[in-house]
């Protein structure tokens, strides 16, 4: 173990589903991230401090970091182990940015550089998803993975995991998050469980569509698929100004968008610089017009993931 280390993490925001891909396809973000401090203690178990004003649990099986870290210590199998973790929370909770998923994954790749690397991404992916659980009732892994990975990611499976890296063009991300509240659960909870053929047909077309403009660094396939017939015109309705947002940046040149993760933050997809500008220009005058208040990023693609360094 490296004893006597204390590291800082910072933890990027992700963007899941990726409009088409509900629960299988996310991407990472340059901002915003958490940050985090973790220290090996010569007292065992894990303490858990938030320097944040989000008044988090701190009881580590009720923290969505703690309920990660709890998952690593108990494979890892030794008594003896102990860590001290600073949580300062910059991704707000509820965003739809990955919030959960940055702490559990931040905590988990911090651990696993003090064991000196003894898992897998793979496994701490696995790890990551218990703070999830925490978080919203269900364990999914399209933030956790791209948090961890960086870039763009596919979740073929989750039981078991089964995880594909995709290349990716470079593309800015405009994000931007009206403050109302989208509790993940109540926004999984008024989904269908039933889908036509038809829709289906649709939404695979898509995903393929998009993993191919992916891979192929092909904007306009990338922006041609980005479409959902499934989730979010269900979703969406919980969301003010969504259809104003998405049909306007599309109109200024953005190649598409949607509804980051459950909501409420709605992403927009650019080629250039001046268009992630632009698109900005528009969220903020959609939402200045119907009174929300809101903060707006224009950012691009992290493709590091979580990052580490010796403090
Ligand atoms: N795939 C999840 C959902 C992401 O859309 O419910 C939640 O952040």
Redesign the pocket.
């Known amino acids: 173990m490296n004893t006597k280390k204390k590291i800082r993490i910072l933890a990027p925001a992700t963007i899941?589903?990726l409009v088409c891909g509900?629960?299988i396809l996310?991407l990472a973000i340059n901002h915003p991230q958490d940050e985090m401090y973790l220290e090996v203690s010569n007292e065992p178990g894990l303490r858990i401090t938030h320097t944040d004003r989000y008044n988090l649990p701190t009881e580590p099986a009720k923290n969505v970091a703690g309920a990660a870290l709890l998952a690593l210590m108990e494979e890892y199998g030794d008594a003896g182990l102990g860590f001290d973790l600073t949580i300062n929370k910059i991704i707000k909770p509820g965003s739809?940015l990955?919030s959960?998923?940055a702490s559990s994954a931040g905590a988990v790749v911090g651990a696993n550089y003090l064991l000196n690397n003894h898992f897998s991404k793979m496994d701490l992916v696995r790890f990551a998803m218990n703070g999830e659980k925490v978080a919203?009732g269900?364990k999914?892994a399209?933030?956790i993975t791209p948090c961890i990975y960086g870039g763009v990611t596919l979740i073929r499976s989750i039981f078991p995991l089964d995880i594909v890296s995709l290349s990716a063009p470079p593309m800015y991300v405009t994000v931007v998050h009206p403050q109302i509240e989208v509790k993940?659960s109540d926004?999984?909870q008024i989904l269908r469980k039933e889908v036509q053929l038809k829709d289906a047909i649709k939404q695979w077309g898509n995903i393929a569509g998009l993993v191919a403009g992916f891979l192929q660094n092909d904007y306009e396939l990338i922006g041609r698929s980005l479409e959902d017939v499934i989730?979010e015109p269900i979703?969406s309705i919980l969301i003010p100004g969504f259809d104003d947002v998405k049909k306007l940046c599309k109109e200024a040149g953005a190649l598409g968008g949607g509804?980051s993760?459950?909501g409420p933050s709605v992403f927009m997809l650019s080629k250039e610089e001046t268009t992630a500008r632009a698109v900005e220009q528009i969220m903020k005058s959609v939402y200045d017009k119907i009174g929300v208040d809101y903060h707006v990023h224009v950012t691009t693609l992290n493709t590091e993931g979580v990052w580490v360094k010796e403090v």
Do not use: E, L, M
């Open positions: 899941a589903n509900f629960d996310g739809g990955g959960s998923a919203s269900v999914h399209d933030n993940t926004a999984r989730i979703r509804i993760g459950s």
